[in-house]
Structure formats: C-alpha cells, structure tokens
T-cell receptor
C-alpha cells in the first residue's frame, strides 16, 4: 500500500529553468509534508516542509505547494542550478506534533544540465 | 555541530550470517530512527526510539531484526539471520522531538547479502 507516490522516477531540466517535482498521497490523515534531497553516498537532507493548514511555503529558490482536495503537492525550484541535481523524496506525516512516522515516496532523480 | 554517525559504511555478508550496524545521533536529540532503503524505493521506517524507549516498531521484521538504544544515546540494529532481500541501505536519523521536527540522516550503511 503505497500511501505516498512520486510517479516520475526522473526529470531533466536546463540550468536557469524551473524544476517541478510532483507527489501524490492517499492517506487523508497526513497533515505535514516534507521534501528531502539526497546526493549519492549521503543520507537525505531536509529541504522544505509544509503544514496542511497552508497551501504554499517558500524558502529562497524552493517553493512547496499543497492541494489538499487533490491530495497533491509539488516542489518548484526556480531557477534550477546544476548543484540541485539529486534524488528528491517527498514524505508525509499524520501528526505534526505527535510521534507519527514519516512515509516516503519512491524519489525523483532530478538532473539539471548546464 | 557533528552530524549523525554510522558504521560501517559498507558490509558484504552471505545469507544466514548475522550483521550489526551502529549509529550515534546528534547530541541532544531524543528521537532516533532506523530506516531501510531498498534500491529504487524511498526509506521505510523500521523502528523509532524516544530516548531509550521504543515508540514504533510496527514495520520491523522481529523474527530476524532487533534494535536497541541503551542509555538513550547510541543505537545498534542487528539482522540475524540475513536474507537476500535484506540487501539495502540502512539509514539512521535523529531529531530533537517527534512529528514535525526535522530528521537529520546519517550517511547510511550499504548492506549486500550474497
């Protein structure tokens, strides 16, 4: 039962353009969402998060959008840089302040070409 | 601030052998997590500790996997006996609290079972 899905295994964009990574979820109890970035041979690092009471959160070049009715979130990177090339994981939690576990998607490999 | 430390970084064993992984979380982080990441998939939580108590081990295959966090600091994860399908990267993460608190990941241990 894959509760968090990232349907695009890979995405390739040109430097300077926008990267849009998508994530869908099925569990309506999820109320906190995170994006992690992972470079080869390293552990995932936290990028940005959003609570279900918001529909947008922005941090520099990174913006996460949440559409609760569609159970969909997306990560926008503008402008994309070659150093952004990594695997991006979407994760969800069913309790912002509880001990609920994070459920991760399968990841999307982003390649930013110079 | 030192990050999450894990050892070994790589391990190759034959099926039916046993193996142990070690994790030292970030100082002051009460919550420690062990994840299994199979190639092409997102991390899956195996067990979550709050100090030295288990919060969630519902996805831990308890017939062969065990974990402990003595004194609420370091943790070890053991597999005995290993199966071919245990080949994965085992990630340790820690956080100050639970739920919405950011999880910091170690570099992982890549296990290959032959």
């Amino acid at each position: 039962d894959q509760q968090v899905k990232q349907n695009s295994p890979s995405l390739s964009v040109q430097e300077g353009r926008i990267s849009i990574l998508n994530c869908d979820y099925t569990n309506s109890m999820f109320d906190y969402f995170l994006w992690y970035k992972k470079y080869p041979a390293e552990g995932p690092t936290f990028l940005i998060s959003i609570s279900s009471i918001k529909d947008k959160n922005e941090d520099g070049r990174f913006t996460v959008f949440l559409n609760k009715s569609a159970k969909h979130l997306s990560l926008h990177i503008v402008p994309s840089q070659p150093g952004d090339s990594a695997v991006y994981f979407c994760a969800a939690s069913a309790g912002e302040t509880s001990g609920s576990r994070l459920t991760f998607g399968e990841g999307t490999q982003l390649t930013v070409n110079p | 601030e030192a990050g999450v430390a894990q050892s070994p970084r790589y391990k190759i064993i034959e099926k039916r052998q046993s193996v142990a992984f070690w994790c030292n979380p970030i100082s002051g982080h009460a919550t420690l997590y062990w994840y299994q990441q199979i190639l092409g998939q997102g991390p899956k939580l195996l067990i979550q500790f709050q100090n030295n108590g288990v919060v969630d081990d519902s996805q831990l295959p308890k017939d062969r996997f065990s974990a402990e966090r003595l004194k609420g600091v370091d943790s070890t994860l053991k597999i005995q006996p290993a199966k071919l399908e245990d080949s994965a990267v085992y990630l340790c993460a820690s956080s100050f609290g639970t739920g919405g608190f950011e999880q910091f990941f170690g570099p992982g241990t890549r296990l290959t079972v032959l």
